[in-house]
């Protein structure tokens, strides 16, 4: 029923860990395929001790996260997708949760549950509901519910929309979610059962690039919502407020005159 795909990329020390915790999943009919994106360390080693038919480990030079998805889009031979970042865990229930989401709402074709940050030290409130998001960017211009490693998206999906963007190294994740989103309603389990783990090895050693990132690269089209129009000028101002603060005045000006007539002062005063 399940592909799931990790990206692999230097995370020896994590990678064993975010595996165990899907070959213990109690939901059973799943594949893991695993895209080893150039790795220099012992990553490729760790992933072999774990002995499971249901691994496939595929090797390519390093292109980058998003590449690496795209390549276990494409070798998954189940029809709905789900992503688990190499040095994230699941709890033990996830897919199960997944399954019976899909079940419920079998019309549609984008889920997700909630996560915990590894950090959080305020204690988890319960809460199983589901709830249906008809309007992806009111949604997550409150917050990132999409995370990468909480979503099950329906193969066919990547057929019509396309994968992830392998131009981008900022928010390439946040830039396919908007992509869906424009077509797509979200069904949304607020149960818990992913852990991101902020404290893993190389979690951002990617130098920012601007002209490499969503907020530069997106497009504010004329048929977009008032919702859409209104969560990218969140996102852009929110930048432009961070080049600010980290006296990042070239950047600033780059951004600022990309998204001239669409991002006023004002904007970046009110977020």
């Known amino acids: 029923m399940f592909t799931v795909v990790i990206p692999l ?25 695993i895209v ?36 276990g889009i494409k070798h998954a031979k189940h029809e709905w997708i789900c992503f688990l970042d190499a040095d994230d865990l699941w709890e033990k229930e996830h897919l199960m949760t997944l399954k019976e989401m899909i079940s419920d709402y ?6 997700c549950t909630s996560y915990v940050r590894s950090n959080n030290t305020l204690p988890m409130i319960q809460d199983n509901s589901v709830i249906i ?13 999409f995370w990468t490693s909480v979503t099950c998206i329906h193969n066919s999906i990547f057929d019509e929309i396309g994968g992830f963007n ?8 946040l830039e396919l979610w908007g992509r869906i989103g424009r077509k797509y309603i979200f069904i949304r389990s607020k149960k818990i059962t992913a852990i991101y783990r902020c404290e893993a090895e190389n979690r951002s050693d990617l130098k920012f690039i601007l002209e490499k990132s969503r907020v530069y690269n997106y497009q504010f089209l004329d048929n977009s919502t008032d919702s859409e129009k209104a969560y990218y000028n969140k996102q852009i101002s929110n930048v432009l407020k961070s080049f600010i603060k980290q006296r990042k005045i070239e950047d600033f000006i780059k ?16 977020y």
């Open 133 to 145: 998001i008809e309007d992806y960017f009111k949604e997550a211009i409150k917050h990132h519910f």
């Open 166 to 173: 392998v131009l981008l190294n900022r928010g390439e994740d």
């Open 106 to 111: 079998s019309r549609h074709k984008v889920f």
């Open 255 to 270: 951004l600022k005159k990309k998204h001239k007539g669409f991002i006023s002062f004002s904007d970046i005063l009110k």
């Open 36 to 71: 080893n994106d150039g790795s220099t360390d012992k990553s490729v080693e760790v992933v072999e001790q774990i002995k499971d038919d249901r691994i496939r480990l595929i090797h390519q030079e390093n292109q980058g996260v998003s590449a690496a998805r795209n390549t």
């Open 9 to 33: 990329y230097n995370k020896e020390l994590s990678v064993f860990n975010t595996i165990k915790s899907v070959v213990n999943q109690t939901y059973k009919d799943f594949e893991i395929v």
